[in-house]
């Protein structure tokens, strides 16, 4: 999950986040934070005033950005352990559009891009174009 403290789409989604780490304890989850542009503390307070329970990376230098082509906070990508990307894109289908948030969704892309990876089998979505806050190169 790529995130920018002040991103309110990131503060909204840390908790299904936190769910799905618990709910998929073979997979390492981590957030990436890209560039210099927050402190240590701005990053500290996200995760304490969001309950936010993965790792934050710290990209100083955007490698892992580039890497990636993430364009997008919060965007979720889902890579092997040869940093193959299995899945990119969205959460859910819970925000299809800036300021257009849905009470129900249907579609748990990253959900169901887990449950496949950790049943061997093929990830039945491989991307879906994330909404959200520029990630600031």
Not at 80 to 85: E, G, Q, R
Not at 107 to 119: G, I, P, R, S
Request: hydrophobic share 40%.
């Amino acid at each position: 999950m790529f995130i920018a403290p002040d991103c309110p789409m990131c503060m909204s989604l840390s908790e299904p986040y936190n769910q799905l780490q618990e709910k998929y304890p073979t997979v390492q989850f981590l957030a990436v934070h890209s560039g210099k542009n927050y402190e240590a503390m701005e990053l500290n307070m996200f995760a304490t005033e969001t309950h936010f329970k993965p790792l934050i990376f710290r990209d100083y230098d955007y490698a892992v950005a580039h890497k990636l082509n993430a364009t997008i906070t919060p965007e979720f990508v889902l890579i092997d352990s040869n940093a193959n990307i299995l899945y990119q894109g969205l959460m859910d289908d819970r925000i299809l559009e800036l300021g257009s948030y849905k009470q129900q969704w249907s579609n748990h892309y990253l959900d169901d891009a887990l449950n496949a990876v950790v049943n061997n089998k093929e990830v039945p979505i491989a991307s879906t174009e994330p909404v959200g806050c520029v990630l600031e190169y």
